[in-house]
């Protein structure tokens, strides 16, 4: 059970806190201001902190400071009824993680709280190898390719150029980002990112340009959006290919002077930010097919950093590997300290579709069900040990989200093994079917066939769920990724009665 600190003076929002928070699965703990707090963190440990601004002895930015010297790792929650902008921004560029103001709405309040969970989950116990293995950007490996990234960091970090980097899902898009805001002037100020495919339509515009009291209903107070909570810092747009049309055009204002108006504003605001943007999408098959502007494209793409795939940096694989072990040894209390060549040799030979991501999660995976301090082949999976390697993707696929591509072979694959087994118990035995396995009569019209078709569907229909769940039922996001036409995904969610979620 993750544990949760709310600090708060206020007898009466610590307990509505308390009970909202409890009532989600948190364990809590009660402080009544910032020294309270800080003798607390002292005796025990927590996973995240969600305090008030104002308290008497030690206030809300007060512990801010402290809490991020001692505890870099434990993401700050700020919460206050005087949110004003120059307060926002001052506890973002002190390290608060994110902050509400009072009236807030319970379901925002946890929305942030789970996010700063799993962002912490995600960066716990970062481990600093030696200088041959990782680059004092954070950033691991020492490739050829990698090395030309370091130095296009070194190039454009201490400029305002606007950046636009992408990459396949998992490359780390985002580390270089953040490489980049480091290495320039604007490190002491705010780094926003921003998922501009994990946000509603709906409610994109007021998330990047804020909004004012009464736009629409529900906005009981003005409220700054991402851009103006980075100004003199960087801004991440991440994912920048799912942008809408319409916000596409708002954006190009920003990048053109700097300005924008918030939603139900008339005021013109200006703003001092960099602007970095990534995605996995090729931008400009997009802008042939019309979902993505030419001129917004040539306005971000002024310095391009391409990602280079995992399977493209492979010399990359044993330290990648070493320091997610060492990550995974501290966040779950592990001490496994040595890895068998054969199977940093397995890692090697395979083509990691998902990237640093995909060896970030099997490292963690395997750290957590190894049976002694040793990693040998008994501990990789089967999928691993057994995968052909690069050649599962060709050359058509490759120009597709390699990720979705390699589940959906795989899935299809199994799907012929189901095939092969139902034709052996047809027969009665297992060890007949080899020969007989791709005959001309599973061509034919038949049982076979029906049962091969059912199965398709049944792949397409999962991965359908897949992909409608990670775009929060978005229907036009959603299409665009499988390749289908609005229209076809909706006439594809009737035939498999699925509904947005």
Same mark, same amino acid.
Not at 157 to 185: C, D, M, N, Q, V
Not at 256 to 273: N, P, S
Not at 361 to 385: F, G, H, T, Y
Not at 425 to 454: C, M, S, V, W
């Given at each position: ?15 509505? $806190? ?73 506890a973002l560029k002190k390290g608060a993680f994110d902050y509400i103001t009072k009236p807030f709405d319970q379901g925002e309040l946890i929305n942030v709280i789970d996010k700063a969970l799993r962002t912490r989950r995600k960066n716990c116990d970062k ?27 070194? +190039? ?31 490190? %002491?100020? *705010? ?6 495919? *994990? ?56 990048? +053109? ?25 090729? $931008? ?35 330290? $990648? ?5 060492? #990550? ?13 060549? +054969? ?13 640093? #991501? ?43 989200? +390699?990720?979705?591509?390699?589940? $959906? ?7 012929? #093994? ?31 066939? %029906? ?32 390749g289908f036409s609005r229209k076809g995904l909706q006439l594809k969610m009737l035939k498999y009665n699925l509904r947005k979620k």
């Amino acid at each position: 059970m993750e544990k949760v600190l709310i600090v708060d003076d206020e007898l009466n929002m610590r307990v509505v $806190l308390h009970a909202m928070l409890k009532k989600k699965g948190y364990s809590v703990t009660e402080a009544v201001d910032g020294v309270d707090a800080q003798t607390r963190l002292e005796k025990e440990n927590f996973d995240v902190l969600v305090t008030d601004l104002k308290m008497p002895r030690l206030n809300g930015l007060g512990l801010l400071e402290d809490v991020t010297a001692k505890y870099p790792e434990m993401p700050v929650i700020i919460i206050t009824a005087h949110g004003t902008i120059e307060t926002a921004v001052d506890a973002l560029k002190k390290g608060a993680f994110d902050y509400i103001t009072k009236p807030f709405d319970q379901g925002e309040l946890i929305n942030v709280i789970d996010k700063a969970l799993r962002t912490r989950r995600k960066n716990c116990d970062k481990v600093i190898l030696g200088e041959d293995e990782i680059d004092h950007y954070g950033i691991v490996g020492r490739s050829e390719k990698i090395r030309e990234i370091y130095a296009t960091i070194e +190039q454009v970090a201490a400029t305002r150029t606007t950046i636009l980097i992408t990459g396949e899902t998992g490359t780390g898009k985002e580390l270089i980002a953040r490489a980049i805001h480091r290495g320039s002037p604007r490190r %002491n100020n *705010a780094f926003i990112k921003i998922n501009c495919g *994990a946000i509603a339509e709906s409610l994109i515009e007021s998330e990047l340009f804020g909004y004012e009291k009464g736009a629409f209903t529900g906005a009981t107070a003005a409220k700054p959006g991402k851009f103006e909570l980075a100004h003199e810092g960087t801004i991440f747009l991440d994912e920048i290919g799912e942008l809408p049309r319409d916000m596409q055009v708002k954006l190009l204002q920003v990048l +053109q002077d700097q300005t924008f108006e918030r939603v139900g504003g008339v005021k013109t605001l200006h703003v001092d930010v960099r602007i970095i943007a990534a995605t996995n999408r090729d $931008l400009q098959k997009e802008i042939k097919e019309g979902n993505f502007r030419e001129d917004l494209y040539y306005r971000l793409n002024v310095v391009p950093i391409k990602m280079p795939p995992l399977r493209e940096r492979k010399e990359d694989i044993p330290s $990648l590997t070493r320091y997610f072990l060492d #990550r995974f040894n501290a966040k779950l209390n592990r001490s496994i300290r040595e890895i068998v060549p +054969q199977v940093l040799d397995c890692f090697q030979k395979y083509s990691w579709p998902g990237n640093i #991501r995909e060896l970030e999660n099997l490292v963690e995976r395997i750290v957590l069900l190894a049976k002694d301090e040793k990693i040998s082949l008994e501990d990789v999976p089967d999928e691993i040990k057994n995968s052909p390697g690069e050649e599962i993707l060709d050359s058509e696929e490759k120009d597709k989200d +390699q990720f979705e591509t390699y589940l $959906l072979r795989e899935m299809e694959n199994f799907t012929e #093994r189901l095939v092969l087994m139902a034709r052996s118990e047809k027969k009665g035995a297992l060890e007949d079917h080899h020969d007989e396995a791709f005959t001309e009569d599973q061509k034919k019209p038949g049982p076979y066939r %029906n049962f091969i078709e059912n199965q398709k569907a049944e792949v397409e229909k999962r991965m359908i769920e897949k992909i409608l769940g990670e775009c929060s039922g978005n229907i036009t996001h959603a299409a665009r990724r499988l390749g289908f036409s609005r229209k076809g995904l909706q006439l594809k969610m009737l035939k498999y009665n699925l509904r947005k979620k």
